[in-house]
């Protein structure tokens, strides 16, 4: 009787471990169909704290063009392969000669592209820095993890173990949504983050929205200027 009864336990908890893992296979599975689309374009707001917007579109082979804006300036960056390229008031410029820049803003872009990853990868991602996922009306919701929500409040680059100075996290939490098509292709997501970051010393309450919708999936024309890709 007792031995029926763990029986029944077990099975019970493994069917609702898989209930729980099943939404973040489906996202991962929809996050590969959008990898393995032809071309698609995407446009991604960040609102609270940091506020960004992006324009881009990629190809399967990994060409990407995109604008970023932040406040007033707007960067023409282009990327394949690991290797980026950025157009300045001087012409085109790889990543790592823009990092020797000493203005701040020109080395922050440059690490943002050594650092950038699709809208595929970064979909598939989100989804593991997920506890778990249920279904909200069209799409499917979740808490971050504690982990996974400090992740992304320093934009996946904590550094702690090797840079003293890197910003210390409290209090993070943060939640996930995500919008499959009906043949099964990520189609948009979201995520928020809250915390607190402590930097030098000074405290800066954290509250981050972050919206990737993704569109014109198999009809995108990605087209670079030729000295930029000289520069890949």
């Known amino acids: 009787m007792f031995k029926s009864f763990l029986t029944a336990v077990t099975i019970l908890t493994a069917s609702t471990a898989a209930l729980y893992a099943a939404p973040k296979e489906d996202i991962a ?3 590969k169909k959008l990898a393995d689309a032809d071309n698609y374009s995407w446009k991604s707001t960040t609102e609270g704290g940091f506020s960004s917007t992006t324009q881009g579109q990629t190809q399967k082979d990994g060409l990407t063009h995109l604008f970023s804006t932040f406040g007033d300036n707007t960067v023409e960056i282009v990327l ?6 950025m157009k300045t008031d001087d012409g085109w410029k790889t990543a790592a000669e823009v990092a020797t820049d000493q203005q701040g803003p020109q080395r922050f872009i440059a690490r943002m592209i050594q650092n950038f990853k699709s809208p595929a990868t970064q979909g598939k991602e989100l989804a593991e820095k997920t506890a778990e996922l249920k279904k909200d009306d069209d799409a ?10 400090k992740s992304l409040m320093t934009f996946g680059r904590r550094g702690a173990a090797t840079n003293a100075n890197a910003p210390t996290i409290a209090k993070a939490r943060g939640s996930a949504k995500f919008w499959v098509s009906a043949d099964g292709v990520l189609t948009k997501f979201q995520y928020n983050v809250k915390g607190t970051m402590t930097i030098n010393g000074e405290d800066r309450d954290v509250d981050r929205t972050t919206t990737i919708a993704i569109t014109d999936i198999g009809t995108t024309k990605v087209e670079v200027p030729a000295e930029a890709k000289s520069k890949l």
Request: proline letters at 0%; hydrophobic letters at 40%; zero cysteines.
């Open 29 to 31: 599975a929809a996050a």
């Open 80 to 85: 394949k392969g690991g290797k980026g390229a």
């Open 140 to 149: 499917w919701a979740g808490d971050l993890t504690e982990e996974g929500a």
